[in-house]
């Protein structure tokens, strides 16, 4: 069984040339073709993966972009809103300290024309008890209308305090 049997090895060789002849013929390029067409799939594959990819990143930086952009516009948004509340805080301050002084200086008119009526009124009182005064002095009735002229020219000449 181990010796070489020339006929046997002979036929073997024969064989195996007729098998790879048919091999070739029917079942190689068959072979073949599905490798390739495996080939170009798994190409087209990675391809439309990595265009994927590709388009994934662009929106994700498109994305980013949008995000920063509303971030700044949020940020610009807030910075607007707080002058504009500050400036309106200020508006209404002036406008307060505006009115109260308005009020202040008002109530000073009124206080100095009630002043000036309580004066006037002050002069006449005085006018008529010095009238009445100066008749109970002389013990005698004075002509009212000169006295009254005598006492008005001389409350006149005093000072308006």
Not at 53 to 72: M, T
Not at 105 to 120: C, G, L, W
């Amino acid at each position: 069984m181990l010796s070489p049997n020339p006929g046997l090895i002979i036929w073997t060789i024969i064989t195996f040339i007729l098998l790879l002849l048919i091999l070739k013929k029917f079942a190689w390029k068959p072979l073949l073709e599905a490798l390739q067409k495996r080939e170009q799939t798994v190409k087209d594959a990675l391809e439309r993966a990595e265009q994927t990819k590709k388009d994934a990143e662009r929106i994700l930086e498109e994305n980013r972009k949008q995000f920063d952009r509303a971030e700044q516009e949020g940020k610009r948004i807030l910075n607007e809103s707080r002058s504009l509340a500050e400036k309106l805080k200020d508006d209404i301050v002036e406008k307060a300290n505006s009115q109260s002084r308005k009020m202040i200086e008002s109530a000073k008119q009124e206080i100095n024309r009630d002043k000036e009526a309580a004066m006037v009124q002050l002069r006449g009182e005085i006018a008529n008890l010095a009238i009445q005064a100066a008749g109970k002095i002389l013990d005698e009735s004075l002509d009212e209308q000169k006295h009254r002229k005598l006492v008005d020219s001389y409350l006149k000449e005093l000072p308006k305090n």
